[in-house]
């Protein structure tokens, strides 16, 4: 399974509009970070997690060519506002897409694209087939996914495990429960926002604190704030099994 970071900041991105700090004037590519969003490649399937308003170009700068299925954590615009553009995998690999959410972002989606779900259908709208996750695990092919519960603040969304890979972003709190289900996972992937208090993000710190205790050989830090800080600085303060993931990074996951 191979693993490409398509997207590793916040819902503001970095740089930030209207921003002055060093880390939005960084000459630094791993600086800039696109929202949130990871393609993975099976043995037989193309999938992201989050689509996100920079989908579209992630999707071209990625060279993401064929996709099969979307999986959606959660509602908010940054994780969801890039499912108007699977139009063109639709129109050239005439393919509907599969739409991976629970009900409740499932109503949130048709609230936002109102017109996919419409009884009145006009030509080059967005083609779907919407499956519905309950705690209950799942296959994209022939690849098990396990989805999990996390805590956004008072917002339950989902991360995911796919076989020795684990996918968290936007959590604040995980219960031993959901800690148990990625017990022994090879590879992390945590939000970790900023070094200040947040309501609904993990801290650097308690990232760090909450990668120690899954105890994956490796974890990657993703959601990532300007605030943090500079990439190369704040990678300095990391153990060696902890790093930063940038945009454009990739992985296999055997």
Not at 25 to 49: A, E, F, Y
Not at 194 to 203: A, D, G, M, P, V
Request: glycine share 6%.
């Amino acid at each position: 399974m191979k693993v490409t970071f398509l997207g590793t900041g916040t819902s503001q991105g970095i740089p930030v509009i209207g921003c002055g700090c060093e880390v939005c004037k960084s000459p630094d590519k791993k600086n800039n970070r696109l929202r949130v969003s990871v393609w993975i490649q099976t043995d037989d399937k193309s999938m992201v997690i989050d689509s996100g308003p920079d989908f579209r170009y992630q999707m071209l700068r990625a060279g993401v060519d064929d996709l099969d299925a979307i999986l959606y954590t959660h509602e908010h615009k940054d994780h969801v506002a890039g499912l108007d553009d699977i139009r063109p995998y639709n129109y050239i690999l005439k393919k509907r897409i599969d739409i991976y959410a629970t009900e409740r972002v499932q109503d949130a989606l048709k609230r936002e694209f109102q017109y996919i779900f419409s009884e009145v259908k006009y030509h080059g709208l967005p083609q779907i087939n919407l499956h519905t996750i309950t705690h209950e695990n799942f296959k994209v092919g022939e690849t098990e996914i396990a989805p999990f519960e996390v805590m956004h603040y008072r917002l339950p969304i989902l991360g995911y495990r796919i076989g020795d890979f684990t996918y968290i972003t936007d959590a604040k709190t995980i219960s031993e429960a959901s800690l148990e289900k990625i017990k022994g996972t090879k590879v992390l992937v945590l939000n970790a926002l900023q070094k200040e208090s947040h309501i609904s993000h993990l801290t650097f710190d308690e990232a760090i604190a909450m990668a120690e205790k899954v105890g994956a050989e490796m974890t990657y830090f993703t959601h990532i704030s300007h605030n943090l800080g500079l990439h190369e600085e704040i990678s300095k303060e990391l153990p060696a099994n902890i790093q930063l993931a940038y945009d454009g990074l990739t992985f296999n996951v055997d």
